[in-house]
């Protein structure tokens, strides 16, 4: 059994920044690839950002330049910083992590963090 958490979503201003921060948890023997998704109002899920287990990293082309995914693989921890925020990065932002467990391969899900860009 593997636990995805977020953290960090909220309320903010064009223009202003937020951190979001999602743990790992549970049957952990390794940690794979960890991302970012996240889904707007009326629109489909897309993803966001993501980095590899050796630190590749890859990004949507509408955060490049504002968003900085990082990892911090002792904690089994993946991190977004979103700066420059516009009202249409509002959406609920779910991390995934593709973990190795006893059982296997999987990818999980948290249930997501709400981020909402309005003046």
């Known amino acids: 059994q593997v636990q995805v958490v977020e953290s960090g979503g909220g309320l903010v201003q064009p223009g202003g920044s937020l951190r979001l921060s999602c743990e790992a948890s549970?049957?952990?023997?390794?940690?794979?690839?960890m991302g970012w998704h996240r889904q707007g109002p009326g629109k489909q899920r897309e993803l966001v950002a993501f980095i590899g287990s050796a630190g590749l990293i890859n990004y949507a082309d509408s955060v490049v330049g504002r968003f900085t995914i990082s990892r911090d693989n002792a904690k089994n921890m993946v991190y977004l910083q979103m700066n420059s925020l516009k009202p249409e990065d509002t959406a609920v932002y779910f991390c995934?992590?593709?973990?190795?467990?006893?059982?296997?391969?999987?990818?999980?899900w948290g249930r997501g963090t709400q981020v909402t860009v309005s003046a």
């Open positions: 995934t992590a593709l973990v190795r467990t006893t059982q296997g391969l999987g990818n999980y």
């Open positions: 549970g049957n952990i023997v390794s940690m794979n690839g």
